[in-house]
């Protein structure tokens, strides 16, 4: 199971109600899309651990994504942290971020291993992997998809009925068949392959290929939705997506969920952004801060 926790929703001007777009996801630790400023303040009160994070992946340098990162470094500093701490992100991630700890000021007291990314896996966990992606934005930058590995399932009541019990579904995964009295049961008989949960984020991006592309199939597809389809002239300016954009590019790749963020401050009501993509995708949801999905 993987917990997505948003931890802020809002773009780059943050709002007395929004801070600026990230999100956790939880499985055995936890893995920041994202440091808005303030991050281990929205994690606390979000009953996300900061003390667990295990890797940040940066969507691209832009303040707005990586502001909360000095501040979680120096929180963790504090709690007495050991233990490395990951962060991936665009081309000139590991020179920015090595900068930044350089400082006397703002020395990590523990190891932070930045790494630059182009297009491929970043990280695997016996969870998941995380791969990233270039997308389309004013400056270098990545979308993210997490993909949990396919899993083996028993058909319980079939596995049952020839003979297969207690530790015998652990002999049967290893092995591929096992001999029960005078029959040969295989595993393939008695289970199916269920596929992975995928989850994909945006980061910053105007709608392209190589989006659409990771986003097929996914079962939660996080999305820029920075305009109102009005204001699509802007959207392209600026090098981001409206929420109708966003929505047709859930439909086309046959995702189940959407979930729309990074909405420019001038939303304060959400709802007809909302409302707007789901004319198109009804399995659409607006970001907030403390919303919490599963997968």
Known sequence: ???????????ALPSPRHHSSCFAATCGGVYLFDACEGVQRQMMKNGVSYAK???????????DHFLGLPGLVQTMNLIGRTEPLLVFGPRGTRQFVE???????????????????????????EFFTVSCFPVEHGCPALGFALEEPEKTRFYEDKARAVGVNGKMFTELL???????????????????????????????????????????????????????QSEKEM??????????????LAAKAKAKRLVLTHFSNRYEDRRPLLEEARKT????????????LVL
Request: glycine fraction near 6%; hydrophobic fraction near 40%; proline fraction near 2%.
């Open 174 to 228: 290893e092995k591929k068949k096992l001999k029960i009295g005078k029959k040969t049961v295989k595993l393939d008989d008695v289970s199916y392959v269920q596929k992975g949960k995928k989850l994909v984020y945006s980061g910053d991006t105007t709608p392209c290929k190589a989006l659409a592309e990771a986003a097929k199939g996914a079962d939660l597809l996080v999305h820029d939705s920075c305009f109102s």
């Open 99 to 125: 900068g930044i700890f350089s400082l006397r000021q703002l020395a990590a007291a523990f190891p932070v291993e930045a790494r630059d990314c182009g297009k491929g896996e970043c990280l695997a966990t």
């Open 281 to 292: 995708f009804r399995e659409a949801v607006a970001a907030e801060e403390g919303l919490e």
């Open 235 to 248: 959207a392209a300016e600026k090098k981001h997506s409206t929420a109708t954009q966003a929505a047709e």
């Open 1 to 11: 199971m993987i917990k997505i926790t948003f931890l802020g929703s809002t773009a």
């Open 53 to 63: 994070v295990k890797a940040v992946f940066l969507s691209h340098l832009h303040a």
